[in-house]
C-alpha cells in the first residue's frame, strides 16, 4: 500500500495527464469529451494545485451552457471524432449560447454551484474570489432557476431527470423498469464503451436501447419536456439530482449573499422544496429516501446510494443523517463501503457499474454532509476507505464492492480530484 505522500502526487499526475488544455478528460480513453459532474469534482481537486487552472475548468464548461441556463451533461472536444459514442450528431440543434459549441441534450446533477463556492474559498485573496464569483453569478443563476422553470410537472417543485445518464447512475437497478421495457431507437447506433471496457462491467444492450431511444425522443421534441412527457417511459424524481440542486440553489444564495445581491431561489421557495423531496420521496420503512416514477405517481421500490444524498444537501438532519447511515451501513456488512446499491437489494451485482460498486465521487459527497453535521465518526471511516480503495487499487473509475479491486475506466480524474482534496482538506470548512 502506498504513503499518503505517494497517493497525493500520482493523483496530481493523473489530473495532469488528463488535462487537455481546457478541461480535464474523466478517463481519455473511455470519456475523451468534457462532463458535467465530472469537471466540477476536477475543478474542486485542481483548486489545491493551481487556482487558476481550476478557474479554466469551470469556464470551458460553462462555454456549453444553453441560452438558458441549462449545462449539458457532455460539452464536446471538436478535435476528439472518435472513441465515444454517442458523438453531438445525435444531439442536433441544441440551444447553445455560443454558436459553434457542441453539447449533448440532456444534464447531470449540479454540483458545478457548489464546487464554484468551494474553490472561491479556497482563494486566500478575498478581492479575488469576489471578483471571480461576481464574474460567474450571472451563469450560475441561470443555471439554478433553469430547472424549476424547465424540469417541473404538476404544482411539485421538485425535479424531472428524463434519461438515466442525468442520473449519472446509469444502469442502477432504479431505472430496471424502464430498461426492461424493450424501446430501441429508430436508428442503428454502435457502442465504443465496451471496446475499453469489459463488457461485464457496463450497462447492457438492453439498457443502451433505451438510452438511445430516450435520446431519439428527446432531440425529436427539441429537448422540450413538455414535448415528450406524455411519451416517454422515462420521468423520475431522482433522490442524488434533487439533493444536489437543492445543495447548489443554497451555494449560489452564499455567493449572492456575499456579492450583496438578491438569492437565486428564494427561502420561501427551497422550504417548500424541502417539505416536498421529504414528502414524496422518504421512506420510513428503510430510512432512506428514494427515487419517484412520475408515469405511475409512485415510489420507485428500489434502494440505493442516491438516497443518502440528502446527507450532503442539507436536507436531512443530524438525527436523520445518522439514522440513514448508520440503517445503510447496516445492510452493507461485509462490503467495500458505500456499495452504490446495498447487496441485499435485487438488482444488486457486485461488479457492474451503478449496480453495486463504490464511486469515490459518491463517497465525497456523503462524507462532506456527514462532516457538515458534526457526524465525524462515520465521516473519518468513510474517508480512510476511500483513500484505502485508491492506495490498494488505484485511480478507478469504481471499485469491486466486496473485494476492493479497481474496475471500470482507468487513470480517473474524479477519483484523483477528491482524494487529492480529501488529503488537503480532511475536515469542511465554515464560510459566509
Ligand atoms: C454517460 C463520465 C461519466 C459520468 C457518469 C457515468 C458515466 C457516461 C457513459 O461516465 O456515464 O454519461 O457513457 O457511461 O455513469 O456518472 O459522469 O465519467
Redesign the pocket.
Given at each position: 500500500m502506498i504513503s499518503r505522500g505517494d497517493l497525493l502526487q500520482q493523483a496530481e499526475q493523473i489530473l495532469r495527464r488528463n488535462d487537455l488544455g481546457g478541461y480535464t478528460a474523466?478517463?481519455p480513453r473511455?470519456?475523451p469529451h468534457q462532463?458535467?459532474?465530472?469537471s466540477a469534482f476536477c475543478a474542486i481537486g485542481w483548486a489545491h494545485l493551481d487556482w487558476s487552472r481550476a478557474v479554466r475548468e469551470i469556464d470551458t464548461l460553462l462555454a456549453g451552457q444553453w441560452a438558458d441556463g441549462f449545462l449539458p451533461?457532455?460539452h464536446y472536444n471538436p478535435e476528439v471524432t472518435q472513441g465515444?459514442q454517442p458523438g453531438p450528431e445525435w444531439w442536433p440543434d441544441v440551444p447553445v449560447r455560443t454558436l459553434g459549441e457542441r453539447t449533448s441534450g440532456i444534464s447531470?446533477p449540479p454540483v458545478l454551484p457548489t464546487a464554484v463556492y468551494l474553490i472561491g474559498m479556497a482563494q486566500p485573496d478575498e478581492s479575488v474570489r469576489r471578483a471571480w464569483w461576481a464574474r460567474l453569478i450571472g451563469p450560475l443563476r441561470d443555471l439554478i432557476v433553469c430547472y424549476p422553470r424547465t424540469r417541473t410537472v404538476s404544482a411539485s417543485p421538485l425535479l424531472v431527470v428524463v434519461h438515466p445518464?442525468e442520473s449519472?447512475?446509469?444502469n442502477s437497478p432504479r431505472w430496471d423498469f424502464a430498461a426492461g421495457g424493450s424501446f430501441a431507437p429508430s436508428r442503428p447506433y454502435r457502442r465504443a464503451?465496451t471496446r475499453v471496457v469489459a463488457a461485464a462491467q457496463?450497462?447492457t444492450d438492453r439498457d443502451y436501447d433505451l438510452y438511445y431511444y430516450l435520446i431519439e425522443l428527446i432531440a425529436g421534441h427539441r429537448y422540450d419536456l413538455r414535448g415528450y412527457f406524455p411519451q416517454t417511459p422515462f420521468a423520475v424524481y431522482d433522490a442524488l439530482f434533487n439533493a444536489i440542486w437543492y445543495r447548489a440553489a443554497r451555494d449560489v444564495n452564499r455567493i449572492a449573499g456575499v456579492l450583496a445581491q438578491p438569492p437565486a431561489i428564494t427561502e420561501a421557495d427551497l422550504q417548500r422544496f424541502k417539505e416536498s423531496y421529504h414528502q414524496t420521496l422518504w421512506n420510513d420503512g428503510v430510512r432512506l429516501f428514494r427515487d419517484f416514477n412520475l408515469k405511475v405517481n409512485a415510489q420507485i421500490p428500489v434502494d440505493s446510494v442516491a438516497g443518502l444524498g440528502a446527507i450532503s444537501a442539507g436536507l436531512a438532519d443530524r438525527a436523520q443523517a445518522e439514522a440513514m447511515i448508520a440503517a445503510y451501513l447496516q445492510r452493507c456488512r461485509g462490503y467495500r463501503l458505500l456499495p452504490s446499491v446495498p447487496p441485499d437489494q435485487t438488482g444488486f451485482e457486485v461488479d457492474r457499474?451503478?449496480r453495486g460498486p463504490v464511486w469515490a465521487q459518491i463517497n465525497w459527497l456523503v462524507i462532506r454532509g456527514l462532516q457538515e453535521l458534526r457526524l465525524d465518526r462515520y465521516a473519518t471511516a468513510l474517508a480512510d476507505e476511500t483513500l484505502a480503495l485508491a492506495q490498494r487499487s488505484g485511480w478507478r473509475?469504481f471499485y469491486h464492492a466486496r473485494t476492493g479491486a479497481g474496475l471500470g475506466?482507468e487513470d480517473?480524474?474524479?477519483t484523483a480530484a477528491l482524494v487529492i482534496d480529501l488529503l488537503h482538506r480532511p475536515s469542511v470548512l465554515t464560510g459566509p
Open positions: 474523466p478517463s473511455l470519456y462532463w458535467n459532474w465530472d451533461h457532455i465515444y447531470q445518464w449519472g447512475a446509469d464503451d457496463r450497462p457499474y451503478w473509475e475506466g480517473f480524474s474524479w
